[in-house]
């Protein structure tokens, strides 16, 4: 009997993920399209991660330093001018980013404040990060699920692993060793324990891995906008809680909200890793820039420790 029930379980399980599995893959085609569309917005909006560096592409002229080898002039150039001019190179280095878009059941939920569950804001945006990464020269991956890739087509290769995982997964990443200057994105409501989202991050930053985090949310999660008799529905299992008049819950609870929030922002300084809370009634645009310059930021500061020390004039601009 007990065998029996245990079966049971398990099918109903497996027929339940199947079936978020296939309600997933029929919002996917509309999820892509509006990546697409706000990766060309901020693709258009960028002035590049370009520096200079070791490389093929030309980046620039500099006025050549006394001291360094005669072999850097470009004697073409220098031909032209009074001075001596060094042709510098665009730096070629490829970045890997790990991008992990919290799939629990927990993220798909969407009040009336807003058309977009958390879900769909958190594919929407690492999909199209993964866009405009790739166009930026990066390697992109998810852990556990796809390796590091600068796939042309990123975002098909990104959603195809993601519809065929049928798996109910946790809200925080497997524990994995990123690579040394490699950058971890985090999206996720964040409502683990501190002491999960401790653990998970200590683990991912223990190489030297950078990381961001962004807490997405649905704006009734912020504004607890319910009065009267409301039944709370736990999404991952827990039970539900009545409430005969929501709205004397609103100040508990919104204090509760942000001493949470106040720990995890607390984690991620200790690590040095940034902390974002975005709302799905916002549009991505936004946060898509504000991520990317900051992963911009990280990158440069790696290749400005890697490149050899320069003095004087010859540091370039």
Known sequence: MAELQSSQKETGAVRAAVGKSRKLAARVPRLILEARRVASTVIHGLHGRRRAGPGENFWQYRHFTNGEPAANVDWRRSARDDHLYVREREWEASHTIWLWADRSPSMDFSSNLTE???????????????????????????????????????????????????????????????????????????????????????QLAANGARGHVVQVVDPAEESFPYAGRVEFVESEGLGTVTAGRAELWRNDYQSLLANHRAALRAECEQFGWSFTVHRTDRGPTELLFAIHARMGAGAHAVVKARQPARTGSEAPT
């Open 116 to 202: 977009w569950t958390k879900l769909d804001r958190a594919l929407v945006v690492s999909f199209a990060l993964a866009e405009v990464l790739v166009q930026g020269g990066e390697r992109v991956g998810i852990p556990e699920f796809m390796r590091p890739s600068a796939n042309r087509n990123i975002i098909e290769k990104m959603a195809q692993v993601i519809v065929h995982d049928t798996a109910v997964r946790p809200s925080l990443p497997p524990n994995f060793s990123p690579a040394p200057f490699s950058e971890v994105l985090l999206l996720s409501d964040l409502w683990s324990p501190i002491a999960d989202f401790r653990r998970t991050i200590g």
